[in-house]
């Protein structure tokens, strides 16, 4: 699958931009192209210059009159000759830009192409709306199970990253410096098998955790085993067991000393009256607080430590149905890029 | 300082896209903001819409053939009534693009809004050339040393990073998981005293840092305590010593059971003959081996264990003059986004 490429040069002048040489300047270098010139000029605000390629790529160059002089190339070409011919290009644009304004250049910046349109998706913005490229090159599984798709991605970094609904999730998830040993522990959601690996290793008394999507499981146990090692091999362990079922047991009356929510994440969005997430997140840690021993915990991500906003929200809303339920707000270590921020109550007295 | 915002829409159509029915349905959203269009229409390679508004903004939509429909929109305006207007028309278009294919539809993606020509630089590309934005506010320090520019840069993630000569440097540096007590630890650069504050914290016998520049001292001190704490207060300590210097003090007599370079990276260039940087590494490990005791060993950064190309050339170019130097390639864990591969060389025996 083909892909547009689009390429950016900024320059900052260090006087202000005088258009008409800029652009006399640089014709040449489009004409060898075979780039046709469109010139928009306004009164106040500059110039646009638009160049079209008989291929199908085109430019622009957009002069602002206080020095900024913007290039942006789209091309629809993913072959490396593409490649060279658009980063020759490039280099002849900075090269002349030096030259016009010489002892008046301030800074030129040439950051990495951004693709659109091509087959695996490379942008991840974080939460608080970074935009954030991951080195990802190939999905090694992508399907539609019937709750969700469900896609494992290869990054060089990281290694295989499952990648469903649209949430990255990252090999290891912090499930708290807690002593797990001979206890019961519940893990609501957790199909990548990361957080059963995690306290198996611990010594629990039972981990038992509870998946939906079959397919995930699978899908994990095959192409995710540096996460979930061989846990999900066999649904059932000697200290674990998995149950692929719609969350929380509530009705075999058993009770947890821990309650680990690997379901989803603080909502970013401001309007809990509008949005269902807010109520199945209600839903979820009352009944969490259900099955919770008294003075256990409960677990959730905080997606982003920097949504203070989203995480006041979280605490104000689920602190309504939950007097029982005291919010310790915890900053853990990175998770990627993005700091999250791990949620924990712990079920007071009643 | 005002800049210019960049947002982008990229539209997939689930089948091939009719160029004269989107234009047509578009156009009423443009002229609604005032915007002249003009459309340039290749034979093969579908369509290409310039939108200019009478305040400097534009916009292009490419239509490609293929289904493929790419929105871009430039403004210059940092206010956020500018932000709320942007998202306004951005909204309509994605709203009556989903209208016009219907069933059709594939996929819409949004990116982040990216800001060329602003103060400060939020876009920090990985070594392997993925593009990162981080969320930096504002520079807390920016000042020109005789040597370097110096940018401590704030984050909220983060907190105070220092930024010198291009390159992000995060708040935490690994020394490798060594036992540093009672030992002879010479750090070369390091000036903001990370590097410093870790090992003097494992009780070496002595720690001697060389730093060339003064005022990157100055400035760690005051602007990044979180990384050096009180460490470089004094230049002179228990433990350690902070000499103002270019590099090594061979003429000592000295020698050291750890060398830790935070000097400089390995470079991305892959032109050893031409590039001065390739140069300068083979002088500092030539210089670092002299003061290394016996099965001592040597540390510097990797950049981007990525760059597998680079390592090896880094190793193949540093084995050369330095056959006493066995080379350890050790990925350690991740820095900020990269992966940073920590080399380190044992000196072994003559």
Redesign the interface.
């Given at each position: 699958m083909?892909?547009?490429r689009?390429s950016?040069l900024?320059f900052?002048l260090g006087s202000r931009a005088d258009g008409e040489t800029i652009l006399k300047g640089l014709q040449s270098i489009f004409q060898e192209q075979g780039m046709a010139e469109?010139v928009?000029t306004?009164q106040?605000?500059?110039y646009?210059a638009?160049y079209?390629n008989?291929?199908?790529s085109?430019a622009?160059l957009?002069i602002?009159p206080?020095g900024?002089v913007?290039f942006?190339l789209?091309s629809?070409d993913s072959d490396s000759q593409g490649k060279e011919e658009i980063n020759n290009l490039l280099n002849k644009v900075e090269e002349r830009m030096k030259e016009l304004s010489q002892a008046s250049f301030g800074w030129v910046?040439r950051?990495?192409t951004?693709v659109?349109?091509g087959a695996i998706?490379?942008?991840w913005?974080?939460a608080?709306?970074?935009?954030?490229?991951?080195?990802i090159d190939e999905a090694v599984y992508d399907e539609d199970s019937p709750y969700q798709n469900i896609k494992i991605l290869y990054s060089?970094?990281f290694g295989n990253i499952l990648s469903s609904v649209g949430i990255l999730i990252g090999q290891r998830v912090i499930c708290g410096k807690e002593d797990y040993t001979g206890k019961d522990v519940l893990i609501l959601g957790g199909g990548d098998g990361g957080i059963l690996h995690e306290i198996v290793k611990l010594k629990p008394k039972m981990v038992t955790m509870v998946e939906i999507d079959q397919m995930v499981i699978d899908a994990c146990e095959k192409y995710m085993r540096n996460t979930c090692s061989d846990v999900l091999d066999n649904l059932k362990g000697d200290c674990c067991r998995v149950l692929i079922e719609d969350y929380i047991p509530a009705k075999e009356g058993r009770e947890f000393v821990y309650v680990i929510n690997d379901l989803t994440a603080v909502p970013i969005s401001m309007s809990p009256e509008e949005d269902s997430t807010w109520e199945l997140l209600r839903l979820i840690l009352d009944l969490s607080m259900k099955v919770l021993k008294q003075d256990g915990k409960c677990f959730t991500q905080g997606n982003c430590?920097?949504l203070t906003e989203a995480l006041s929200l979280y605490e104000e809303q689920l602190g309504r149905p939950l007097s029982c339920g005291i919010l310790e707000g915890d900053c853990l270590c990175?998770f990627?890029?993005?700091?999250m921020g791990i949620l924990h109550w712990k079920k007071a007295k009643p």
């Open positions: 083909s892909a547009a689009h950016t900024d900052m469109s928009h306004w106040d605000h500059g646009l638009t079209t008989k291929n199908g085109f622009n957009r602002y206080c900024l913007l942006d789209q629809y910046k950051l990495p951004i659109a349109g998706h490379r942008y913005p974080t608080d709306g970074c935009l954030v490229e991951y080195d060089k970094q430590v920097n990175p990627i890029l993005v700091t």
